[in-house]
């Protein structure tokens, strides 16, 4: 892809589900977070490829992406597209987290 483009994260918590420890006491267990790197592309001319996806290729760094063709072209008589990509997981340990996994 080309053109200039922001970068931003999102964090999953990993947890287990509710565990009761009394009448209407919960507990839920934490352990790391996921987290994805999304690329937004306001304007590009090129798209991601198939083997740009973790589930088509070993070495894919994507695991979804979202485009939309705008409704003008280029100076150039080229297509321009808008979107983003998220690519893949990487867990981040409790203790890496800041405040050392005091949430």
Same mark, same amino acid.
């Given at each position: 892809?080309?053109? &200039?483009?922001?970068?931003?994260?999102?964090?999953?918590?990993?947890?287990?589900?509710? $565990?009761? +420890?009394? !009448? *209407?006491?919960?507990?839920? &267990?934490?352990?790391?977070?996921?987290?994805?790197?999304?690329?937004?592309?306001?304007? $590009?001319? +090129?798209? !991601? *490829?198939?083997?740009?996806?973790?589930?088509?290729?070993?070495?894919?760094?994507?695991?979804?992406?979202?485009?939309?063709?705008?409704?003008?072209?280029?100076?150039?008589?080229?297509?321009?597209?808008?979107?983003?990509?998220?690519?893949?997981?990487?867990?981040?340990?409790?203790?890496?987290?800041?405040?050392?996994?005091?949430?």
């Amino acid at each position: 892809m080309d053109g &200039q483009h922001l970068e931003s994260y999102r964090y999953r918590l990993r947890s287990s589900g509710l $565990t009761p +420890t009394g !009448p *209407g006491e919960f507990v839920v &267990q934490t352990f790391g977070v996921d987290k994805n790197k999304i690329t937004l592309w306001p304007a $590009t001319h +090129t798209l !991601p *490829g198939t083997e740009d996806f973790s589930g088509a290729s070993i070495t894919g760094e994507f695991i979804s992406a979202n485009f939309q063709r705008l409704p003008y072209l280029s100076s150039s008589n080229r297509h321009i597209f808008s979107g983003q990509v998220i690519h893949k997981s990487e867990f981040v340990d409790e203790s890496e987290l800041p405040g050392g996994g005091n949430l």
